[in-house]
């Protein structure tokens, strides 16, 4: 049994995807950052970013405690391995899926993630930064764009680079981006759209959280945090 702590965002659609691509026992335990259950002791235990998803694998491969993992990328490699799918063995065929999934962490989410933020949630509008995130985000469309030029997936096969990526594409409206304009990307995202496994994965939030919104309390919790 995997225990998925979720929410209905890009990085928490990622692993829904992969546990039903997999077929792995799950369960899905909601945390609603909108209303700071981010925050919980318990959820801080074994995830200190207070950020979803996090996991517990509460039957690990070594047969010891359950394990908590936190960071999506993260959990995305555990689960690949626990399983033997959707990351190759081989090295060459392995780090090929691994830096497209670590240019997903570090590029397009970031990136699309301030993409949204300066777009839909700043309570001024910044034209400068919106400008510097709206075109950062379509130059890495257009570095997607290529790579899938004569490939039906990221790295070749279907992979979790694949799934890591494509929940940031989704919204690609809101992030000012035109598919249209990126043809290999355009059909990548149709492709992986139509798979099952992703389909029942976006079914599984509408259960969770069928309107999201983000209200001004909730941007009190969500933007603008300290350390303290």
Known sequence: MIELYYWTTPNGHKITIFLEETGLDYKILPVNIA?????????????????????RDMAPKDGGEPIGIFESGAILEYLADKTGQFLPHPPRARFNVLQWLYWQMGGLGPMAGQNHHFVQY??????????????????????????????????????IADMASYPWIVPHERQQQRLEDFPNLKAWFERVAARPAVQRA????QEINSAPTVSEDAKKILFGQTAR
């Open 202 to 205: 976006y079914a599984r939030a």
């Open 122 to 159: 700043a309570p001024e509008r910044i034209p400068y930064a919106t400008e510097r995130y709206v075109k950062e985000t379509n130059r890495l469309y257009g570095v997607l764009n290529k790579q899938l030029e004569g490939n039906d997936f990221i790295a070749g096969e279907y992979s």
């Open 35 to 55: 209303k700071g259950e981010q925050f919980n002791p318990d959820f801080l235990k074994f995830a200190p970013n207070n950020r979803i998803p996090a996991i």
